[in-house]
């Protein structure tokens, strides 16, 4: 549940898509979530899942299990890539394509991933019956949706903001449109995938933890991996076993982390677009070694030849398709059809939304729903604010003291990486022993993970505050309450909205394995929107689940329109000196 | 090599190009423009800011379609981007992510030669620019005359038989910029590239002079060819000569008496809301006032003196000029400016006076704050959204020409306290005082 904001374009702020768009495309993916969510009783019953292998607790099968989980990671960044390059690319360049593609992806970027877990594994199941592959590829595809929707805006943004001159440099130059794909456009949106890529991250480990033991209704499912361990050591009450998980995640995020992103970041700094040497360039061991490597780069230079050689033919569409996506001039029957189909496709999804959701569901149903999403709303208001309160005096101390912040900031990215569910068993296990009160002491759960964005936001944010506007405060000798409120707040204020932006829409999404726990036989329930979906999801309600989640977009929608873009344009308005 | 007048390599026909006004009108940008790039010139196209010249390039590049016209390149139609017309963009428009010899190899991509080959065509361009050594440096490595010899250098690699240059020097310190402009006229004379004939964009009066056989002077708003100046002098050329200096005071003053036209056209078009003003801030004006005043003009001067003494182009030095003479100032004539009797009251005066003068002429010379200021009176609360002044502008001028205006129009009202302007509800207002 990432957030983009406005484009900035000559001075002024574009919203980036019209109002009904959005409107059309909330109803589109909500109807077919419930629509879904009321058809997929039927599909339940016949579902034999494959023979579930069974999990052992033993702390030396953890490097298997965190293997495995690994695995799941590196598929799903490769299918994200996949959808990024083909969906963004066609939302890009294809007027009509657009105005569907691209308000789909904003409404789906908010509609919560764990919610409709377990739409997608009885899908994946039905698709594969009786193979392991079914599980397996919906625990990939939970992973996929938390990276797909950001890396396919990132790139999107990309696109459509690629440098003027470098877009006439390679008109002038006659690329074809493969060969202008490959020399300007990936590598121009290279940065800003990249950062999308790692800031998903978090998302991934979570969901793919998340989504390995899952039951819904009477399928129980338990793929070999952490979080399968972990679930398995909460329903023996292991605490000594989700210790040794702890271990075993945080291990692999630092290789994974290691092997594949540092490199990542340092070979991408290579594409960054400012034209100025930069202060600190990101560096890799890893990418070090296999740069000097001579053997290995013998190996691997006729790949990169082959590769480059590939990237520099000449493909190109054959023209008469150029028409039918709307790549060509402006067509006005064209375009009226086109509007026509949109049109129809919302009217029919409306109308199944009222026969199957009527059949099924009642205002009273909604009543509840909308209720318990007050609860919550509540919930993540006061711990964003809390954390607010924290984590943002520190992250100004941390991040106008580079020393510091250079040892910090790797840490807080590791934190907000780490998949905080795995943590969850502890607290429980203290909330249980203490015998405090759940509706208060699991709240903190949902937090638990996405503050980590306030802090290192906040501590870049501070770390790049102009030292001048430092020396001037000092030198008018401004200090105490009005320095924080006219120097440092305004000036960290962007970067603050950015993390808190993302650490909101994470506790949305966290609140459904936050607000209803269990340790053992024993379950704890706070309320609230999450454990209303948790709760139908064990039980296999379907049209609950799908107006759980339904609702929970809504509110999410509604915060993202109503209080995180305004407060984004505000802050980078106000902080332009232009 | 002298101005020989061959057949034209680029022939631009009745070329139109329009914007359309937010009410729907057609608003030209470039008027019946009639352009011939002969073989074997440089051909130097001047004009200020706005003035459609860079429009115009991309227009014999292919790579904007005029709304009107037609485009001949060795005598067939052009369609889009052809093969031999290479283009040198002001921010150079290099690869970031490419070495140099990786940037100059791109602009081969499109042949489809064979490797080898390419790599050789590659090498000989970049001996020829003189940027051997440098092959395997990223551009963010180079200093901003090296990127842009890069720049030249994937132009040349096609052996262009059409060379377009939008602006290439602008972007370089003044030593940098003369070097560049010295190494490419000597490969020109010695005639080391296989190019035919050169189109060099320009806001710099003396860049034409120096470097072109023959100079067409832009009118802004819309842009038209304003003179077809030859300028038929010797290579090398000082700079110094008598000869130079005056086909340069020739450029200044066909500027200058365009410009006039051009104010006083639109000072009598729409109750003066057409009147577009130029980027002027108050402290520029107010400079360029102390500047007349003092030695060794003692309120006049030659323009193109001035900017010569100050090291301004044409666009830094005409906005400031315009300025004062909308607001009556100081005059401009026939490529001089001279003093007003408000304008030497003005230097005189201390704070206070200088902003009552100041604010007595805004309110009697520029229509726009006349009119801004009537609206908040008649207002209640005194107030009123500074997008009804620019939807109203957007009925005369293009979006951009209306932004400026009314940041000039509120920077001096500001100065004048005739009204505030409130960026954050974006609000005109009248101060309470």
Redesign the interface.
């Known amino acids: 549940m990432e957030h983009h904001a406005e484009i900035l374009r000559d001075?002024r702020w574009y919203r980036q898509a019209p109002g009904w768009r959005d409107l059309a495309a909330t109803v589109l993916v909500l109807a077919l979530i419930l629509v879904l969510g009321s058809t997929a009783r039927q599909m339940v019953a016949p579902l034999g899942a494959a023979r579930q292998p069974d999990i052992t607790l033993s702390p030396l099968a953890l490097p298997f299990y965190a293997l495995r989980t690994t695995m799941r990671m590196l598929v799903a960044i490769a299918a994200s890539l996949f959808f990024t390059f083909t969906y963004a690319t066609l939302a890009a360049k294809s007027r009509r394509a657009e105005m569907v593609l691209v308000p789909l992806l904003d409404v789906l970027q908010s509609v919560p991933i764990l919610g409709y877990l377990s739409f997608t594994v009885l899908f994946f199941v039905a698709l594969f019956p009786g193979n392991e592959l079914g599980p397996e590829l919906a625990a990939i595809f939970a992973i996929f949706t938390s990276q797909a929707w950001n890396m396919a805006f990132s790139f999107y943004q990309s696109l459509r903001t690629v440098?003027r001159?470098?877009d006439?440099?390679s008109?002038?130059?006659?690329?074809?449109a493969w060969?202008r794909f490959w020399?300007?456009e990936v590598?121009f949106a290279?940065p800003g995938l990249v950062w999308n890529t790692m800031m998903s991250m978090s998302g991934g480990w979570f969901f793919v933890v998340a989504s390995e033991a899952i039951a819904v209704g009477d399928l129980q499912i338990n793929l070999p991996g952490v979080g399968s361990y972990v679930a398995r050591a909460i329903a023996e009450r292991d605490l000594a076993a989700v210790g040794w998980a702890i271990v075993a995640m945080s291990a692999a995020i630092l290789v994974y982390d290691q092997l594949l992103f540092r490199p990542l970041v340092a070979w991408a700094d290579?594409?960054?677009?400012?034209?100025?040497?930069a202060a600190s360039v990101p560096r890799s061991w890893v990418l070090d070694l296999f740069r000097r490597a001579r053997l290995l780069r013998r190996v691997t230079s006729p790949m990169a030849a082959g590769l480059a050689?590939a990237a520099?033919a000449?493909l190109s569409l054959p023209p008469a398709l150029h028409g039918l996506i709307g790549w060509g001039p402006r067509r006005r029957i064209g375009d009226l059809a086109w509007y026509g189909l949109i049109i129809a496709g919302i009217g029919a999804a409306l109308r199944q939304l009222y026969r199957v959701a009527g059949a099924e569901l009642s205002w009273g149903d909604v009543a509840v729903a909308a209720g318990e999403g007050g609860l919550t709303l509540l919930r993540v208001a006061v711990l964003i604010a809390l954390a607010t309160v924290v984590w943002v005096p520190i992250g100004v101390f941390v991040g106008l003291r580079p020393k510091l912040a250079e040892a910090a900031q790797p840490l807080a990215q590791f934190l907000a990486a780490f998949p905080a569910n795995l943590l969850f068993p502890v607290a429980v296990f203290f909330i249980l022993r203490f015998d405090l009160a759940p509706r208060i002491w699991l709240s903190p759960l949902m937090v638990l993970g996405t503050q980590w964005y306030i802090l290192f936001n906040v501590v870049a944010g501070a770390s790049a505050f102009p030292s001048d506007f430092r020396e001037a405060a000092a030198s008018f000798r401004i200090g105490g309450w009005r320095w924080w409120r006219e120097v440092m707040l305004p000036g960290v204020f962007p970067f603050y909205v950015t993390g808190a932006i993302t650490a909101s829409g994470g506790a949305w999404n966290a609140s459904i394995v936050a607000e209803a726990v269990s340790w053992g036989q024993t379950r704890l329930s706070a309320g609230g929107l999450g454990a209303y979906i948790a709760e139908r999801t064990a039980a296999g309600d379907f049209p609950r689940i799908a107006l759980g989640i339904a609702v929970m977009s809504l509110f999410v929608i509604a915060a993202n329109r109503l209080l995180w873009r305004p407060l984004y344009a505000f802050a980078e308005r106000?902080t332009r000196l232009d | 090599m002298t101005a020989t007048a061959g057949a034209p390599t680029i022939e631009l026909r009745k070329i139109c190009r329009t914007f359309a006004k937010p009410s729907g009108e057609p608003l030209p940008v470039l008027a019946d423009i009639d352009l011939a790039l002969r073989d074997g010139e440089i051909l130097g196209l001047l004009g200020r800011s706005g003035s459609g010249k860079s429009t115009l390039l991309?227009i014999a590049?292919?790579?904007i379609r005029p709304t009107s016209g037609e485009i001949l390149y060795r005598g067939a139609p052009l369609e889009?981007?052809?093969?031999g017309?290479?283009?040198v963009?002001?921010?150079?428009?290099l690869?970031?992510?490419l070495t140099v010899l990786e940037n100059v190899e791109?602009?081969l991509?499109?042949l489809?030669l064979p490797?080898a080959e390419a790599r050789r065509r590659a090498q000989s361009a970049i001996d020829l620019i003189g940027l051997d050594g440098f092959q395997s440096a990223?551009?963010?490595?180079l200093s901003g005359g090296m990127?842009q010899r890069v720049g030249f250098a994937r132009a040349m690699v096609?052996e262009p038989l059409v060379l377009l240059m939008d602006e290439p020097f602008s972007a370089l310190d003044v030593l940098t910029a003369e070097t560049l402009r010295t190494d490419f006229l000597d490969l020109w004379i010695e005639r080391q590239m296989p190019t035919r004939s050169v189109l060099l964009v320009t806001h710099n009066i003396e860049e034409a002079v120096l470097m072109c056989d023959r100079t067409l002077v832009l009118s802004s708003n819309p842009g038209r060819i304003a003179a077809d100046i030859p300028v038929p002098l010797a290579r090398p050329r000082n700079r110094l000569d008598d000869a130079f200096r005056a086909i340069v005071d020739e450029i200044y003053s066909i500027l200058t008496s365009r410009a006039l036209a051009s104010i006083k056209a639109q000072g009598r078009l729409h109750g003066g809301l057409a009147q577009a003003l130029p980027r002027a801030s108050v402290n520029q004006m107010r400079g360029l006032l102390e500047t007349l005043a003092s030695a060794p003009y003692s309120g006049s001067a030659e323009l193109g003196a001035l900017a010569g003494a100050l090291s301004f182009e044409v666009d830094d030095l005409f906005p400031i000029a315009e300025g004062l003479h909308i607001l009556e100032f100081a005059e401009l004539s026939a490529g001089s400016l001279k003093l007003t009797a408000a304008g030497r009251t003005f230097v005189r005066c201390e704070t206070e006076e200088r902003k009552r003068l100041f604010n007595e002429h805004l309110l009697k010379f520029v229509p726009l704050a006349a009119h801004i200021r009537r609206v908040l009176d008649e207002r209640e609360g005194h107030r009123a959204p500074r997008v009804r002044f620019e939807s109203e502008l957007e009925d005369h001028m293009i979006r951009r020409d209306a932004?400026r205006t009314l940041r000039a129009v509120t920077g001096w009202a500001r100065y004048a306290e005739v009204f505030e302007y409130d960026d954050?509800m974006r609000m005109f207002r009248i101060g309470k005082r």
């Open positions: 001075g440098p001159d470098l006439e440099a008109r002038s130059f006659r690329f074809s060969q020399r300007l590598p290279m290579k594409f960054r677009f400012e034209q100025t040497a050689s520099r000449r106000r | 991309r590049a292919g790579l889009g981007p052809a093969e017309i290479a283009v963009f002001q921010t150079f428009a690869f970031p992510w791109a602009g991509d499109a489809g490797r990223y551009p963010r490595e990127r096609i932004e954050t």
